[in-house]
Structure formats: structure tokens, C-alpha cells
């Protein structure tokens, strides 16, 4: 397919801090494409670069074949971004909001209704159409925030964690309303916290203190994790097991995931004879330990381990 996006060795610096390095990507047109990382991780400073906002230290970076600093103002035209942040104006309603982003984006009057009207049955925010965006829930404020984006129908469209803070429900009804959005030709570069979330994308891409770990399918990138076992511990003290835990050199890479403990072992036998025997030795109970599928919170912590060599790959 063509692309959407190409990136080659994009780098990019604020004073002596580099918040993007080296980045090589490709994104399809018609793609769902992910990025994943830690907070800190470069993520919104590449989604600012694709959105023509920042410019690069080096390196290059085409969007729907066009350069985003010669053609910045054109790619505007073209690419919806959606900040982490409420950027909408609290105090105007539902619909003065999506007037506001009309007149922003210059989307001609004789248009302009019938996508306003589409937009709000879309997003099922009809009803509420004279509420100020500050009543809105946090799940109505994202898809106001996503409607304002869409009202000049952008052909790419960037969204940084669109889901953060947002109840379960409203997060499965935002997806379902991206995937409607695929379904009609548009490409979607989404940033997301929630490994479920990362599940739905086509592929991903691991960003990790500004590089491109590596890209993949959800699939390929857990087809990738080392021979082994995964190894879930519940106890009763979980950061005090950890401790004791990494003291064993079989076990030194265990990983603290909520209130459980993952570790990636060999010999699943061995391994689980010498948790219960170090665990019992520091005055601790084992409360469940048993073999569970590799997660893609497991490939992750796998892929930007401290200890394990620097990487970055690409898998189909």
C-alpha cells in the first residue's frame, strides 16, 4: 500500500536533551499504527513532529507525500491532532465548539452543517449539543475533542492517549468509533497507555528514552519474546518478594506488574521450587504462581530491559 508516513533518521532536540532519535518508520495509508513506551518516552514529541507543529533537529519526515516543513501549512490542512490535553473551550457549548473549529479549519458554509449534523449523530452527542464542553463527561469531552478534529475531514489522524481517564465503556465506544474512521480511508497514529488498546492497532511501535525499539504486529512482536515460561507470583508483599527475588540470578529480570510479579524462567519446575525457597526463607507466602501466555506488557518490559543489549527491530 502506499504510505501515509515516511520517517528517515529523524532526530529531534530540545537544548541538550534529545526527545527523538534516530527514527526510521513507515505507516501505510489505511493503518491503525500504534506507539507504546514509558512516560518520557518520546511519544507526543513524534506525534508534534507528524502534525507539522515541531520542526526536526535532523532527518527527514514525509506526510501524505508531502514534507512537513517546506509543506506545513498545507499538512495542516489535511492531519487532525488530538492532544492529551483539553484543548477545547469549556465555556462554549457542544455545538459552538464545532462552529469554532469550522471557522478555524475555513470549512465553507454550504458544507459545514451537514458535517457538523453527521459528526454529532456519529458520536452520539446530539442530545447535548447546547452543553457547555466543561458538563460534558470525560468520555463526551473526548469525542467532542475528536469531532472538532474531524470537521474539516482530515485524510491522517493523530491522537495522543485519547483514552486516558476516560470510564470503559466510553473507551470501547471511542475505538469502535477510530475503526469506523479506518473503515472510511483515514490513517489513525494513536498513542495508548493500555496494552488492550495496543491489541486493536495493526502494528506497533515501541518508542524507549527516544528510540524506536521495535515495530510489529501485536502477534510478532510477542512471537519475538526468548524461549521460556512466564511465571505469575501473587503474594501478600509483592515489592518485598521482588527484592528477594532478584537476588537469585535465574530470577534477577522479575518484573513487578500491579500486584503480581512476572518472571520469565527455563525450567518452570526448578524455577518455581526456588521462589517458594526463597520466599519462604525471608518470611513470605506464595498465595499463586502458575505459567500464564506472554502479554504485550511482558514483550515490552523484555525489549527495554537495562541489562539486555540495544536494539532496534523490525517484524512483519
Known amino acids: 500500500m502506499p504510505q501515509a508516513i515516511t520517517i528517515r533518521n529523524l532526530t529531534k532536540r530540545f537544548g541538550v536533551t534529545t526527545a527523538v532519535e534516530a527514527v526510521d518508520l513507515d505507516v501505510a495509508r489505511g493503518e491503525v499504527f500504534g506507539l507504546v513506551g514509558p512516560n518520557g518516552a518520546g511519544k507526543t514529541t513524534l506525534l508534534q513532529l507528524l502534525a507539522a507543529l515541531l520542526d526536526p533537529s535532523s532527518g527527514s519526515v514525509s506526510v501524505l507525500g508531502r514534507d512537513i516543513v517546506q509543506d506545513a501549512e498545507t499538512l495542516r490542512q489535511r492531519i487532525g491532532y488530538v492532544s492529551q490535553t483539553f ?3 469549556g465555556t462554549l457549548s457542544v455545538e459552538e465548539n464545532l462552529d469554532f473549529f469550522a471557522d478555524l479549519y475555513r470549512v465553507p458554509p454550504v458544507v459545514r452543517e451537514q458535517r457538523k449534523e453527521a459528526l454529532l449523530a456519529w458520536s ?3 442530545p447535548f449539543r447546547q452543553r457547555r464542553a466543561f458538563h460534558l463527561s470525560g468520555g463526551m469531552q473526548k469525542k467532542l475533542h475528536l469531532c472538532c478534529t474531524l470537521i474539516h475531514e482530515p485524510d491522517l489522524l493523530l491522537l495522543d492517549e485519547p483514552t486516558t481517564g476516560v470510564d470503559p465503556v466510553s473507551r470501547r465506544e471511542l475505538w469502535e468509533i477510530l475503526y469506523d474512521l479506518v473503515g472510511r480511508g483515514l490513517t489513525l497514529v494513536v498513542t495508548t497507555p493500555y496494552m488492550d488498546e495496543a491489541e486493536n492497532c495493526h502494528r506497533l511501535g515501541l518508542l524507549h528514552q527516544g528510540q524506536l525499539v521495535t515495530v510489529g504486529s501485536p502477534q510478532a512482536l510477542k512471537d519475538r519474546m526468548p524461549a521460556g515460561v512466564m511465571l505469575e507470583l501473587e503474594c501478600s508483599e509483592p515489592f518485598a518478594a521482588l527484592r528477594h527475588l532478584r537476588q537469585q540470578a535465574s530470577l534477577a529480570r522479575a518484573s513487578l506488574f500491579g500486584r503480581h510479579i ?9 524455577a518455581s521450587s526456588l ?7 525471608a518470611g513470605l507466602a506464595v498465595e499463586h504462581l502458575e505459567p500464564i501466555p506472554f502479554s504485550l506488557e511482558d514483550v515490552f518490559v523484555a525489549l527495554t530491559d537495562s541489562d539486555a543489549p540495544n536494539r532496534r527491530d523490525n517484524c512483519a
Open 275 to 281: 521462589i517458594h525457597a526463597t520466599l519462604t526463607a
Open 87 to 89: 484543548t477545547l473551550y
Open 262 to 270: 512476572h518472571m520469565l524462567v527455563e525450567d518452570p519446575g526448578a
Open 124 to 126: 452520539r452527542l446530539s
